[in-house]
């Protein structure tokens, strides 16, 4: 089983539902955990709203920072996985594992003036993304196989969902 870390800088939405639906959909391949550079201290009631309605559970979700990933008795991390801008170009602390990086840049839907529509599209468009990695079989392939396979999913999605 692979481990996904997914990073944004407050661990509060973005990353909240990248973990959650690793974790339902990835059950048996992949074992998501989430963090922030900065966490905020709680999870945005948007996400917890837009998780509920989805039918996921909510237990055990936090806002937390991503030393608790760093260092001895951290679990190994494979594919750590940014989702916001401020995240993507911070210096990142030395993982247990030498995972693999890629970026899948999503819109904050925290701060928007209609939260529920925008926790609807950052929903949605993290549920595509992880379901077009779960299409390839990411445990076979070599480090470089998997950066450019995020990396290839990113690049799609992101160019159909502008255009």
């Known amino acids: 089983m692979l481990n996904v870390l997914v990073l944004c800088t407050g661990n509060s939405a973005r990353s909240i539902l990248g973990e959650v639906l690793i974790n339902a959909l990835g059950a ?5 955990f989430s963090a922030g550079s900065h966490p905020v201290g709680q999870v945005n009631p948007g996400a917890l709203d837009k998780l509920e ?7 055990g979700l936090e ?7 760093t260092g001895p008795g951290a679990p190994e991390i494979d594919i750590v996985i940014t989702v916001c801008d401020n995240a993507a170009g911070e210096s990142c602390p030395v993982w247990s594992g030498a995972p693999v990086t890629a970026h899948w840049g999503i819109p904050d839907p925290a701060g928007a003036s209609e939260p529920g529509p925008a926790f609807d599209a950052a929903y949605a468009a993290l549920r595509r993304r992880v379901n077009a990695m779960l299409a390839v ?9 998997r950066r450019d396979a995020l990396e290839r999913i990113h690049d799609s999605y992101t160019f159909a969902e502008r255009g």
């Open 28 to 32: 048996g391949r992949l074992r998501a």
């Open 53 to 59: 309605r989805e039918g996921h559970k909510l237990s």
């Open 63 to 69: 806002s937390k920072s991503w030393d608790r990933f």
């Open 137 to 145: 079989p990411l445990e076979d392939f070599d480090a470089r196989q």
